[in-house]
């Protein structure tokens, strides 16, 4: 489903420019961080030993294929196990999570049992990838230009552990200045808890002296970040990337419809959104 064909909800918080907030708070996993294309590629070898006897193997065959049902399925399979488990276990730490995710699709796949020792493996290399998952090719060149041009403070707000966070700052997203790094680990639960964002809002001020008036989260979930952020009253960026598959179902439009958002702008990409605020500066110095 295009974003094209959404409705624009009406913003949280009133509109105004851009350029006038100072602090950015990113999802980094989907925003900045190609995370369905990795755990796509990731999953395969489960994929692969599905039984031939199972209809699985037919629901899921094609997941490699950009936009097609098999991986819009798999991605959402994860993205189910995902949030079910952050909400049981809401201080664990995201690697050791992802482990246990990969561990219950195998067996939900009727393939653990028969490879355990190679699928408990796989569930360690799992959970020890995050820090190998690509960037999009907009992410680096867009956060310098909002930090070297414009002067935002950048500030990930991540369902993730400090370790694998430092390992992406060091590879994917080297060459990007945060200006301070709020973790899952840190914040002890997992969003859309309510208590990640009060701590944003928080330690906005305590550390950038930002009010959170003057903060602009900038994400690609809407059920992690944008229905949360409504509810704290937080301005908000929805980076609607083309054939994500957590981003184009049936569920996403009912949550337009309900009124259940107020992100004020939406971007196909992060690049998209700096060209933006260097638009709305250009006109303000005319």
């Known amino acids: 489903m295009a974003s094209s064909y959404l409705p624009m909800p009406e913003p949280t918080v009133p509109k105004r420019p851009l ?3 100072k ?3 990113y999802d980094i996993y ?3 961080v190609d995370w369905e294309t990795a755990i796509v590629r990731l999953l395969q070898p489960l994929v692969s030993r599905i039984p031939s006897s199972s209809p699985l ?4 065959q094609d997941s490699t294929t950009a936009g097609s049902e098999g991986r819009i399925k798999l ?5 189910d196990i995902e949030h079910e488990l952050e909400a049981k276990n809401p201080s664990q730490r995201y690697d050791e999570l992802l482990q246990d995710i990969y561990l219950r699709i195998a067996s939900d796949f009727g393939v653990g049992e ?3 020792v190679s699928t408990k493996q796989e569930a ?3 959970g020890e990838s995050i820090g190998t998952w690509p960037p999009f090719p907009d992410t680096v060149d867009a956060c310098q230009r909002l930090v070297r041009q414009h002067g935002f403070k950048l500030v990930p707000l991540s369902n993730v552990d400090r370790a694998s966070f430092a390992r992406t ?3 994917p997203l080297q060459g990007v200045d945060f200006f301070r790094v709020y973790t899952a680990q840190d914040i002890g639960s997992y969003k859309p808890d309510l208590r990640n964002f009060e701590y944003l809002i928080k330690h906005a001020k305590e550390d950038a002296g930002v009010e959170k008036h003057e903060i602009l989260h900038v994400a690609q979930s809407i059920f992690h970040d944008h229905i949360p952020a409504k509810t704290m009253g937080l301005a908000s960026v929805w980076i609607n990337r083309k054939g994500a598959g957590m981003g184009g179902n049936e569920a996403i439009r009912g949550i337009h419809e309900r009124g259940e958002v107020g992100y004020g702008w939406r971007f196909g990409t992060l690049g998209e959104l700096a060209d933006e605020v260097e638009r709305e500066k250009r006109e303000q110095g005319k």
């Open 75 to 79: 991605a959402a399979k994860y993205n």
């Open 23 to 25: 602090l950015i708070s």
């Open 169 to 171: 700052c060091a590879g």
């Open 19 to 21: 350029s006038s907030y």
């Open 30 to 32: 989907g925003t900045l």
């Open 124 to 126: 360690k290399q799992f």
């Open 114 to 116: 028969a490879t355990e």
């Open 57 to 60: 193997s037919q629901e899921y």
